[in-house]
């Protein structure tokens, strides 16, 4: 949040990603899309936030914890 | 220690105790119920552990987590026993874990009964379990060769990183006979740390794992190959045998375990009519000793093997002898023991009458 | 700016082979978190299984034996013996467990074997391409139940947690799910408190897992999430089944 309390981000490991989509479920602030303009070293497209999106982030790793592959890190 | 007079179950246990094992996982089963019992009353005396498990497969199963984890441990079971064994002897044999496993034999097939018989040949040196592997068998013919090779089992166990089948029967479980433990009659070896047990990481900086399982063919195989070079170490060095008036003997009698007892006095009745017979036993079973038939073949005439079963280690018998001459076979299942007026009948009509 | 979650240090660094959205990641990742947060690590033996998880020992940070199928209690067994100060861990799924692993379940717990099990229940076998397992629901279509489980020839799914408790050897016995983050952390609870009750000496946990198999049930993950919740929830409640914990986080 520009000027606002947290600035938090999550990175995605994008070559982990199995495209399960179960972080886009997760996500409160429904920021989490696959990213359909790559495709990633097993075949699927990773998941991804854009950077436009990427302040709306609220660092609750809901997303993180969620995720079979650890593909997510999140920092605050 | 003094000599002591013991059964041969016991004698069994106290010999591995002695050997430093200190855990013991096992299931009753007639006629070897007096190892779990001397177990049980011996092993909290040194500190050990005796588990009573709720069935042959999970006492192997632990035996393997045991062994797995760098403890000197056994089991011991019978004939139907060692049937539910086999999965985790071939598991045990993959993963390399060294253990000492005991088989009082018992007639069978099946429930079969509870007398000494010496019907699990096959099952132990031709596999039992599924894959190629093998095991290193030991046949011990008296109470005091039972503690001598129990002992030396968990050398060899250690050494080879293997199980170690120790092949008994009913009759030698159950007698008695004087056992020295003082003077046990074993090969010192080298035997390396167990690096490999999974002993909790610690300030290892490589994980131990203990498996089986190569899921990449070429590793696999390249892994049997690793294996069968053990084996062929084994085979060189871990061949056991007793070998008595055979110089001169036209009929060699070829027996293992209580019944070679049998075939020693027959010998010797034969000879004392005349008849030139020796014996040939076999003590590791696997691997077989193939030179006392290389040194016998071309001055014998004919072999007889004597088994109590319907024919097992004769099989052996005739391959060492690669059929360049007779291999005749007596023997009886069921827990009946071959009469000794039977084998001298045998070897008067193998001889021919000539003496 | 601090992490706020990064990958734990309980798991190597090779990837998982499961299949996308399985909850075998998941929880896989909860235990390995937990024995980093226990700082058990070095001390942990596990036990894999028979069944997806047959690679477990590629994954978890530690030492670690592959039983054979269903035996993995009886080779904790044989393992906490030798090792008592050791953690003892195994990771099953409903085919080891409940199907040919029954006896050897049943009498750890029993012995109150000081082990933690991990208890993956999803319904059915996974690995060997989704067949029945004990857990399968009356009408779930498997691959050996093509016309749904019927209970007539079939029986009825056995309710593992619910038996096990029954025995006095166990000290901590819950079942969780992992359909949502909100289960996601009560199950991480759980499994700390199943390696707490062996630290503590208390005798036999578990954690039974409620998982989903979105490959063999036909779904998406996100579904089979929502399955869990729909059909496993109401047949294998939730809940705490036995704790005898000196003080429960």
Redesign the interface.
């Known amino acids: 949040m520009r000027g606002g309390i947290y ?2 981000k999550v990175i995605f490991n994008e070559d ?1 990603c ?5 972080c886009v ?2 996500c409160p602030k429904k920021i989490i899309e696959m990213d359909l303009s790559k495709i990633n070293v097993k075949g ?1 497209h990773p998941a991804t936030v854009k950077p436009e999106n990427m302040d709306k982030c609220i ?1 609750c ?2 997303c ?7 593909v ?5 | 220690m003094a000599k002591v007079l013991m059964k041969g179950n016991e004698a069994l246990a106290e010999a591995a105790i002695q050997a430093g094992c200190r855990h013991y996982f096992g299931y009753p089963i007639t006629p070897q119920n007096e190892v779990t019992a001397y177990m049980a009353k011996r092993m909290p005396e040194v500190g050990g552990v005796f588990l009573q498990a709720e069935s042959e497969v999970s006492a192997i199963n632990m035996v393997y987590g045991a062994g797995g984890a760098g403890a000197r441990v056994m089991t011991s079971t019978s004939s139907p026993g060692l049937s539910l064994m086999q999965e985790g002897i071939s598991y045990l044999a993959g993963a390399q874990v060294p253990c000492v496993i005991v088989n009082i034999m018992r007639g069978g097939p099946g429930l079969g009964n509870i007398q000494g018989a010496q019907g699990d040949y096959f099952q132990s040196t031709k596999g039992g379990g599924h894959g190629d592997y093998k095991l290193i068998v030991l046949a011990p013919s008296t109470i005091q060769e039972m503690a001598d090779l129990v002992q030396e089992a968990f050398d060899i166990a250690d050494e080879y990183r293997n199980p170690v089948v120790i092949l008994g029967d009913g009759m030698l479980g159950q007698m008695m006979e004087p056992v020295d433990f003082d003077n046990i009659q074993k090969k010192t070896r080298n035997i390396p740390e167990k690096t490999w047990a999974t002993t909790g990481r610690g300030n290892r900086e490589h994980r131990n794992i203990i498996n089986s399982l190569y899921i990449d063919p070429p590793v696999l195989e390249k892994y049997n190959y690793e294996l069968f070079e053990k084996y062929a170490k084994a085979e060189k060095n871990e061949v056991r045998y007793e070998m008595i008036n055979c110089e001169d003997a036209d009929i060699i009698l070829v027996a293992y375990g209580t019944i070679a007892r049998v075939a020693k006095n027959v010998m010797n009745i034969a000879r004392r009519e005349g008849y030139k017979v020796g014996l040939i036993r076999p003590i590791s079973l696997w691997p077989f000793p193939k030179e006392p038939f290389e040194k016998t073949v071309n001055t014998a005439k004919a072999y007889l093997t004597v088994e109590m079963s319907m024919g097992q280690m004769v099989e052996d018998v005739k391959l060492a002898v690669q059929f360049k001459k007779p291999v005749y076979f007596y023997g009886r299942p069921g827990g009946m023991i071959p009469e000794p007026s039977v084998m001298l009948e045998q070897i008067r009509k193998i001889a021919g009458g000539v003496k | 700016m601090a992490v706020v979650f990064q990958k734990t240090k309980g798991l190597t660094d090779t990837p998982f082979h499961y299949c996308p959205g399985c909850t075998h990641g998941i929880i896989h990742r909860l235990v390995a978190e937990v024995m980093e947060e226990l700082d058990i690590l070095d001390k942990a033996i596990g036990v894999a299984p028979v069944g997806c998880a047959v690679f477990a020992y590629e994954y978890f940070n530690c030492d670690m034996q592959e039983a054979a199928h269903g035996r993995a209690p009886a080779v904790a067994t044989g393992i906490k013996r030798v090792h008592p100060d050791k953690i003892v861990f195994t990771y099953q799924g409903d085919g080891d467990l409940a199907a040919i692993g029954t006896a050897e379940i049943v009498h750890a717990a029993a012995r109150g074997e000081n082990i933690t099990v991990i208890f993956v229940n999803n319904a059915n076998y996974g690995m060997t391409g989704g067949q029945m397992a004990p857990t399968t629901l009356i009408g779930q279509e498997t691959t050996t139940t093509p016309y749904g489980r019927k209970p007539e020839i079939n029986g009825y799914p056995i309710r593992v947690s619910e038996m096990l408790a029954t025995l006095d050897g166990t000290a901590y016995i819950e079942r969780v799910a992992v359909y949502d983050v909100k289960h996601v952390m009560q199950a991480k609870k759980a499994i700390k408190n199943a390696f707490l009750a062996q630290i503590q000496k208390k005798g036999f946990a578990m954690v039974e897992v409620l998982s989903s198999c979105p490959t063999n049930w036909g779904m998406t993950p996100i579904e089979a999430l929502n399955w869990i919740k729909d059909y496993m929830e109401p047949y294998y409640p939730l809940g705490v089944y036995k704790n005898t914990l000196e003080e429960v986080k």
């Open positions: 600035v938090a982990l199995k495209g399960c989509e179960l479920n997760a699927y660092g790793a809901f993180a914890m969620m995720c079979p592959d650890t997510i890190t999140v920092i605050k």
